[in-house]
């Protein structure tokens, strides 16, 4: 028994180490829930899954795709899929209030997958996520752009705005990556 604990102990460290290590470094951080005090473990939330990152806003010509990208979540979901939305004022496109833009994201589209709380994606305000997406990539120019995380966290790709989340080259390589 006196070797069994140690034993136990380390191969509880070893698991804690590998999952640590398996979390996409852009993901290895914590938000607020958009219109909560809910805190989003990013890391637990996309760990192992194919990650499709967006920045949002509530009064811009591509807020439509709120419906295509629920429609790609519910469509890719149970296939390892996981996209997380990320509101911004940067572009000056975003509801004042955050009750305000939850209504836009949960009542008008009907929006599930996760939503962070409101803050910037560009330039040193930039929030942890988008710090590291902006490094690894390019900033967003405008609202919605994608940026989506391999499962292991090494290969972020970016696509731009008017990239259809359904449809396109987009959906086209959500798919390739999920076989």
Request: charged letters at 20%; aromatic letters at 8%; proline letters at 4%.
């Amino acid at each position: 028994m006196a070797r069994i604990l140690p034993a136990i102990a380390l191969l509880l460290l070893s698991l804690t180490v590998q999952a640590q290590q398996s979390c996409a470094e852009a993901l290895n951080t914590s938000v607020r829930k958009l219109h909560s005090q809910q805190i989003l473990d990013l890391c637990a939330l996309t760990q192992g899954k194919l990650t499709l990152v967006v920045n949002t806003a509530s009064d811009c010509g591509y807020t439509p795709q709120f419906k295509a990208l629920e429609a790609l979540y519910q469509t890719y979901r149970e296939d390892g899929l996981i996209v997380i939305g990320f509101p911004s004022n940067d572009f000056r496109q975003e509801r004042d209030s955050e009750s305000d833009t939850a209504e836009v994201c949960y009542v008008n589209y009907g929006v599930t997958f996760p939503m962070a709380a409101t803050s910037s994606v560009k330039g040193e305000a930039a929030n942890p996520v988008f710090q590291q997406l902006n490094q690894a990539t390019e900033a967003p120019g405008w609202n919605f752009n994608k940026y989506l995380v391999s499962t292991d966290g090494r290969e972020i790709l970016h696509f731009e705005s008017d990239d259809e989340p359904r449809g396109g080259k987009l959906e086209a390589v959500i798919r390739a990556r999920l076989k």
